[in-house]
């Protein structure tokens, strides 16, 4: 019988320096997107797609982020006084109970691929999903959960996919492809930011995975790869040697890259735009907005 993937890492060890000066001392993690931080919305996909372990690779200076999920009696205490039983509600499901979670240290950077390594002994002999919080994707069916529906069809190693124009692929993993089955797709090699004009496809990976052991005991061998990196797809690349048991999934929903500051400013507009509370005030203000910038061309 096919094991659950009740188990996620979350790679929280960078330093976030393309939002400096705020990161100076603010995790990137807990920047608020609307009005809840980017490790929540990668939470709260894991939950939906019945994770119950939660493992953070961190690195010096993450404190803020392991008290985020830890319970406030006395702010809770304070809303239960005021009767305001909504935002006690919204609270409560930041917090994560005793043993769900688990915080190991990165103490170099010296990529995501090292970063999971990191988490190997709490991963064990099972499966593991791996969520990048700067990849926050807007989906009516969770992302994880999708993939974890598929994986339970398919077995092996699964990578989120998505494509790219041409021009683009040079900033991804891209995948090689063995056979296109429409949603998904068998691989049978991945590169690692390709020169420009040599990627094999546009079909580019982003930051959800569900990944067997042996990908992680490929990581062992710690082979520098892109930009003197570990890089995690070196070793999905050798799991496809090995095993030929990795799969593209085609997921659906809209990814936005808060890891860049375009990035996170599109998904702001987009989440906000997405809330009945913000959706009138904010739309009407960008309709303002554009019509302001036509007036003066």
Not at 250 to 262: E, L, M, T, Y
Request: glycine share 8%; charged share 25%; aromatic share 6%.
């Amino acid at each position: 019988m096919r094991k659950k993937v009740t188990k996620a890492i979350f790679p929280v060890a960078g330093l976030g320096t393309r939002f400096l000066p705020a990161t100076k001392s603010v995790p990137k993690e807990i920047m608020t997107l609307v009005d809840r931080p980017l490790i929540q919305y990668a939470i709260d996909e894991a939950r939906a797609a019945g994770i119950k372990e939660f493992i953070f690779v961190t690195s010096r200076g993450k404190g803020a982020l392991e008290d985020y999920f830890d319970h406030s009696p006395t702010l809770e205490a304070e809303l239960e006084r005021k009767g305001k039983m909504d935002l006690l509600e919204i609270l409560n499901d930041t917090n994560m109970e005793s043993g769900a979670v688990a915080y190991v240290r990165q103490h170099k950077a010296m990529g995501l691929g090292h970063a999971v390594w990191c988490a190997r002994k709490l991963v064990g002999d099972e499966p593991v999903a791996v969520l990048l919080p700067d990849d926050v994707i807007a989906a009516e069916t969770p992302c994880l959960q999708q993939m974890v529906e598929a994986y339970e069809e398919t077995g092996g190693n699964m990578v989120a996919a998505m494509e790219v124009s041409p021009e683009k692929t040079s900033s991804y993993g891209v995948l090689d492809l063995k056979e296109d089955l429409g949603q998904m797709v068998s691989v049978k090699g991945m590169v690692e930011k390709p020169a420009e004009g040599t990627a094999p496809s546009n079909l580019a990976v982003i930051g959800r995975y569900i990944l067997t052991p042996q990908v992680l005991k490929h990581l062992d061998d710690m082979k520098e790869g892109a930009g003197g990196e570990i890089q995690l797809t070196d070793a999905i690349a050798s799991e496809i040697k090995a095993s030929d048991n990795v799969y593209g999934y085609r997921f659906n929903g809209q990814r936005f890259d808060c890891g860049s500051k375009a990035g996170f400013l599109q998904a702001t507009v987009a989440f906000g735009l997405a809330r009945d509370d913000l959706k009138d005030e904010l739309g009407q203000y960008l309709q303002e907005l554009s019509f302001a910038k036509k007036a003066a061309e």
